[in-house]
């Protein structure tokens, strides 16, 4: 019987007990007897004869009729008339039985068996082209036709929809055949993506103006705190009008000539005057703009909740830049905050607490609020406390090195700048007083904790969290 393996090809080789010896011509009768239901007997056996001993190697699939042909062939062509290819099909099968060829497989298989092996993590994929995956659904794995349903029922087909594009954003003289790509003969795909992304990114006859515009708004956004329209998810009639419709036309334009490529408009806003702007007020600006829509001036932002963290990991020395693999719910865990895990019964609260989202809907634009468990947790948070550690022993690696230099090199690694003389004056004042205070209470290495004090300090420091 073949149960449970059904459905693949099988293959079993049988060994007489004793040597068979054959006078000249013989005729071998082989006697199946299946005494098992229908759905567990052989569909289409095969069966061969070999003279070789030992060990066969033998797959159910490795000996086709197609095969065992060319092999023929190949043996009875001259050697020196042979083609590239009976060359090839004659080592194929020598090598499979050829016992000093097993015998370097087997170590080198046994090699790689050793051979350091990929971190390989598990994931879900839902996409054309890969085996289904059934999550408790009932139905076809992919539906071939949309239907229009009746209240959203099943049940209740009313009339087939096809395929098609927002009329709105689509030129009156092109049908949706204009985008669609047919999909080749031996292809699991319908290509339906492949259109899509045609029509998103046709800048003559498709949304390609439109995306274009809306991309670019978003990275403004990222780098200003605004956007250029400052309803980032509503370009329609209810959402804001652009400030600046020239300039955002010209970066959409520069997106365009670049091939979409999202780097070169990176740098040409990084490179402007607009964001090379001092942050410096000025009451009579303030007065015309008070919210600064036209760029007067930079307004200072609060870095995002997941880059306050990677900015605390990254100056104490502990982050571990590993890309891509599983995520995690351990607030410990020292990669980038991208790498937790969104479980709404398990949000990490440091994310919370800094507006990061929940990711249970769309959010065009993160909320930044002030209030003071912010600031609390910064200074009692034993995770933050644990990176303000290791900050100071990365300034500080050993006791020969002078306070004065360690708090310079806090300075520059948290604030890119070193410290002004009234600051370090100050600054060596606290880890004084806090040395002192920890040789009291007994600790064992007071010197350290009052300079993880002032890690810690310099960390929730305004111009640590805040773009300027």
Known sequence: ?????????????????????????????????????????????????????????IEGDSAGMEQLTKLEKALKTEPENRTPEQRATLLDHFRAIDPETSAIDRLVKESE??????ALTKVLIASEGVPALRLHTQGADFFEKTYLLKRGDLAQKQSEIAAGFLQVLTSANETESHWKTLSPADSKKSYRRTALTNWLT??????????????????????????IVATPSDFGTQGEKPSHPELLDYLAAELIREGWRLKPIHRLILLSNAYQMSSTFDDSKAKIDPDNILRWRNTPRRL????IRDAMLSVSGTLDPTPFGPGSLDESMKRRSLYFTVKRSHLIPIMTLFDGPDALQGLGQRASTTVAPQALAILNNPQIRAYAQAFAKRVRPSVEVPIEKAIDQAYRLALARPPAAEEL??????????????????????????LADFCQALMSLNEFVYVE
């Open 113 to 118: 068996a050793k051979a350091p092996k990929p």
């Open 304 to 307: 995002e909740a997941e880059a």
């Open 425 to 450: 004056t100050d600054d060596l004042a606290f880890v004084k007083s806090q040395t002192e205070a920890y040789k009291s209470a007994g600790h064992a290495d007071p010197e350290l904790a009052a």
């Open 1 to 57: 019987a073949i149960d449970p393996q059904f459905g693949k090809d099988q293959a079993a080789v049988f060994a007489f007990d004793q040597p068979v010896d054959l006078d000249g011509e013989a005729t071998l009768t082989v006697t199946l007897e299946f005494d098992c239901n229908t759905g567990h007997t052989i569909g289409r056996p095969r069966i061969s004869i070999t003279t070789e001993t030992g060990t066969v190697p």
């Open 202 to 227: 046709d800048t003559k006859a498709g949304a390609g103006n439109l995306l274009a515009r809306v991309i670019v708004n978003r990275l403004w956004q990222h780098h200003f705190g605004r956007g």
